[in-house]
């Protein structure tokens, strides 16, 4: 029987099962999901669901795409959920899962973003990210990366839901290949169904006030303005905006995108935003372990500094020993 996984035409053994297929195939069942002519196959469903001749099949997983201490009851709370830790980081651009493994553990982060690609059926025995990060001590945050219409962004994650059984999750479409903005036409389309099917949708947006707004009022739980294009390390380019969208904003407002070194994620934190995502930063550090401890430090003297308050700007000094008394 012919049918075509992946892209690639296979020929498999008849009668068969989705079941059946994936061992046939070497594939854990258990680590991935399953598309069968554009629907998910649920996992429950493997067993009972014959395979045709001509059927195509999608078959994907998770990529690379600890708790940090907290001052009294200062938890991150997303759609319902508390996490310790205010810093939320990537799996991609490692040299191998065992640094990711390393650095996340590192930047003491509870939530780590995955990207949802097709396995590889010419090695299916290669390791998975899963092997390394579990998502039983992490929450698997499953995005859009490399989406550049609704319906894609939408397709994904329903997969991403059916391999993991998460609603949370973070939605970006992107418009530009060189620039990597967010298309906020398709990502505005794309909130819009994926709220209406229960998504709790953490949404990578523009620095753009009004179009925060509106994300908002759709039922986004969480509000992602980038700080500076992806990858691209030149820290928050637009304080002003950033700090509208967090006094408008009744859902937690988290920077992503831009961010390059700690002295960007405590300033951050310093405007008032409930955390950062952050990924380049780290992989491309010359020490991605010791930069993910500079980031968790980074978050956590922000977020201290915000509360604090800072003293106000002033154009004249204001000498800080009492003149009184004086010799």
Known sequence: MRVTINGEERVINAPATVEALLGQIG?????VAVERNLE???RSAYGQVQVNEGDRFEIVHFIGGGSAAV?????????????NSRL??????????????????????EIVTVAVRRVNLSDPSQPMLVDYVSPKEYTFLPNTAGCYTAEEAVRTLR????AG???????????????LYPDMVETLKAAEMLVREDFKVMVYCSDDPIMAKRLEDLGCCAIMPLAA????????????????IIEQSKVPVLVDAGVGTASDAAVAMELGCDGVLMNTAIAEAKDPIRMAQAMKLAIESGRLAYLAGRMPKKSYADPSSPLAGMI
């Open 88 to 109: 939320l980081v990537g799996t991609g651009k490692y040299k191998d899962f065992e640094e990711t493994a390393r650095a996340i553990k590192a930047s003491g982060a």
């Open 71 to 83: 001052t009294g009851d200062d938890a991150l709370v997303v759609a319902g959920r508390r996490f």
């Open 159 to 162: 997969l991403a839901r059916e």
């Open 229 to 244: 294009p992806i990858g691209s390390g030149l820290g928050i380019q637009n304080p002003v905006n950033i700090r509208m």
């Open 27 to 31: 594939i854990d069942a258990g680590k």
């Open 165 to 179: 059984g998460w609603d949370l999750v973070k939605l970006e479409v992107l418009g530009n290949q060189a620039n």
């Open 40 to 42: 998910i196959v649920p």
